[in-house]
């Protein structure tokens, strides 16, 4: 039997399910759980964080139930998915962006692992250790390319030659914000402190682009970036987010100082704020917001988000209705999420802001 799509963190029934648990309401959660199991839990090639057993057990933790069954399933998953990473590095290949990022590689599989109550399990560790090998170049074609350069095309472009991926959801932005939130719980591998190193000076030189490609990189000028919507997924806010806990775990305070001026420079362009079209997590207002006040918490200037963050919040506001999805990356229950700012249960953990 194929476990159902309500099995999906991002817009199943279990991203609703993570709002009543954080609004402490576990009765109007339990049928949803029950609705998200009724046709198995997935630990095939798919599961992830955002989908089957992985996206079950975060679910499940925010309310603070630890199955072993489920940890023990999510550990064969996060196994099979370091043991294909080790193949596909020892056949010398480009990885595919499902390796490594949040979404669906072992970056969720770590943030998930990274949640876990008590000293985190040693497959983090093991985790951590591959996602600093994407710091090594890679060579294709006798050109030197960062680790972390893919062969897959981001979208729906012909991209022959690949492309090294930006974002928080699908790019280096989520192996930099794991490894440095995992650098501020002093849980730290060999090369760790040099790859967030070497992935934040990259993004300090192209976060403005939501990927680069081989032409961006021969180019004898480089372009300069269009004003892209600001969001958690793509663009610059949610990168200035990493930008700032890699600069927190090197304490760099000017590294510090310039991802806050990337994100308060984001939060306020209204040739970039026009470009946002709607209230959703995933690249709406409400990552907007989530990501912006967690920037905030952690500046030694916190006021000067003051009057940004409330003008994100107030067009949260007025946009939640319009959102035609239930779920959580870009759906109400995740806009809700965010509107009532509640991080009790650790919810933002599943993008990695904290």
């Known amino acids: 039997m194929n476990p159902p799509r309500t099995q999906a963190l991002s817009e199943g029934v279990l991203g609703r399910a993570l709002l009543h648990i954080e609004r402490g309401n576990l009765d109007a959660a339990r049928p949803l759980l029950a609705e998200a199991v009724a046709g198995g839990v997935s630990t095939g090639a798919n599961a992830c964080l955002y989908h089957g057993a992985p996206a079950l057990e975060f679910v499940l933790s925010r309310a603070g139930h630890a199955d072993p069954t489920v940890q023990t399933a999510v550990d064969r998953v996060v196994r099979a998915r370091l043991a294909a990473a080790r193949r596909r590095r020892e056949s010398a290949q480009l990885p595919p962006l499902a390796e490594f990022d949040l979404i669906r590689g072992l970056t969720g599989l770590g943030a998930l692992l990274l949640s876990r109550t008590g000293w985190p399990p040693p497959l983090l560790r093991e985790v951590l250790a591959h996602l600093v090998t994407l710091a090594c170049p890679a060579e294709a074609g006798a050109r030197a390319l960062p680790g972390w350069w893919s062969p897959d095309s981001p979208g729906h472009q012909e991209m022959t030659v690949g492309h090294a991926n930006n974002g928080v959801a699908h790019g280096i932005a989520g192996p930099l914000a794991l490894l440095s939130l995992a650098a501020h719980r002093d849980i730290l591998v060999d090369g760790q402190m040099e790859a967030i190193d070497t992935f934040a000076t990259w993004l300090e030189e192209f976060s403005g682009f939501y990927w680069i490609t081989l032409d961006h990189l021969i180019a004898d ?17 949610g990168i200035a987010r990493t930008l700032q806990l890699a600069a927190l775990a090197l304490g760099d305070d000017a590294r510090r100082q310039k991802a806050e001026e990337v994100a308060i420079a984001a939060l306020t362009d209204p040739a970039r704020l026009d470009r946002v079209t709607d209230a959703s997590l995933c690249h709406g ?4 917001l989530t990501v912006a006040a967690a920037i905030a918490a952690d500046s030694p200037t916190p006021d000067r988000f003051g009057d940004p963050i409330w003008q994100t919040r107030q067009r949260l506001v007025a946009g939640i209705a319009a959102l035609p999805k239930p779920g959580f990356l870009e759906g109400r229950a995740g806009a809700v999420l965010a509107l009532e700012g509640s991080n009790m249960t650790g919810w933002t953990r599943a993008l990695l802001i904290h």
């Open 221 to 237: 000028e480089p372009p300069q970036p269009p004003p892209l919507r600001p969001s958690w997924c793509y663009s610059d806010l």
């Open 285 to 288: 207002w409400a990552g907007m």
